[in-house]
């Protein structure tokens, strides 16, 4: 029965921030648990199940400074590829491949290329008169169950921590390494709470290390940590033609501490940030697609808010599109 459910596979698509980025993990079926279209669910692949994935997140952002002297950041391109697998109804693991493109306004530092690889696992969890593994068959109504998930992972340094300007000079956020293994961990919880509305949860946790550059100066980004959820709502559903169409309203808290070079904490670096991602999922026999725009609402609290352009909640707006297929 499960695997006749999870013919629409959703995965919970990356958050990629202006420098960093994060992976999420999740599934949705055509009659189940709806999916974000950023955040994480806490759905896992089917044993023996393959998964690809492809997604984009474009950041636009504001400038300040209309002096061709002073370029500023313009707009990034975020793109990531990744194949899972499930090794059992409740364990997944995915690999993922991103390529950055940071450009910057005529006469700046633009940069592009592959990015670290990462690599997560992910333990998959229901509540059924008491908490269980997921297993591998379920009912309609088991679909309805709380769902848990808990995952972790690392990047491996397959990107350029070192990339110069013209003047040689190194600038570690417009690189596309950290040069050492970041680490991550989250958990989610997942309900279907009426015929045709889920609620997604996550909380989840990234952490840098400390890298010396090959100019000398070290840096060490700052650890992130955050807060999401999300309201799906299944619009449309057929069963013969394998389609649904669900409307997403997702909120994010994201708080960054401040990157240290040398030590030291950077000024114009870290703080808080409240986004919202409207969107729509479709889902299509084996294929899925999301489509949102992430808007920063809350900046408040940033630090140094006036410098920070170019980062996280300095966005104009982000535009969020994945797609995903079951083999």
């Known amino acids: 029965m499960k695997k006749l459910m999870l013919i629409g596979l959703a995965f919970a698509a990356p958050a990629v921030l202006a420098h960093h980025g994060v992976a999420g ?38 400038t300040f400074d209309a002096n061709p002297a002073n370029p500023e950041s313009k707009y990034a391109n975020y793109w990531i590829a990744g194949l899972g697998y499930g090794f059992k109804p409740w364990l997944s693991a995915y690999v993922f491949l991103p390529y950055h493109d940071k450009t910057d306004e005529a006469g700046g530092f633009t940069t592009r290329g592959f990015a670290d690889v ?17 297993p591998e068959n379920e009912t309609a109504d088991d679909l309805e169950d709380w769902r848990f998930t808990l995952f972790g992972g690392s990047s491996i340094p397959t990107g350029n921590p070192n990339l110069r300007d013209a003047q040689g000079n190194i600038d570690p956020g417009k690189s596309t390494g950290f040069g050492k293994p970041s680490f991550s961990i989250g958990a989610t919880a997942t309900k279907v709470f009426a015929p045709r509305w889920t609620l997604n949860t996550e909380l989840s ?14 840096t060490r980004f700052g650890a992130e940590y955050r807060a999401n959820a999300a309201l799906n709502y299944r619009a449309f ?12 309203a997702e909120a994010q808290y994201l708080r960054l501490e401040r990157d240290q070079t040398n030590g030291v904490g950077q000024r114009a670096t870290g703080g808080s940030i409240g986004y919202v991602v409207p969107g729509v999922r479709v889902y299509w026999n084996k294929v899925t697609a999301g489509f949102g725009i992430k ?3 809350w900046t408040a609290r940033l630090n140094e808010g006036g410098e920070q352009q170019g980062a996280e909640g300095k966005e104009r707006y982000r535009l969020v599109f994945s797609m995903s297929r079951l083999f």
Do not use: C, W
């Open 118 to 134: 990462s690599v997560i696992g992910q333990i998959g969890f229901k509540y059924d008169q008491g908490l269980r593994l997921m």
């Open 25 to 62: 993990v999740g599934a949705a079926s055509l009659e189940g648990p709806g999916a974000p279209v950023e955040s994480a669910t806490s759905a896992t692949l089917p044993q023996g199940g393959v998964f690809g994935y492809l997604k984009l997140d474009n950041a636009r952002f504001k």
């Open 295 to 297: 808007k920063a609402v």
């Open 205 to 218: 946790h990234l952490r840098f290390q400390n890298y010396r550059y090959a100019d000398g100066n070290t």
């Open 237 to 248: 559903s057929d069963l013969d033609r394998r389609l649904r169409i669900d409307l997403v």
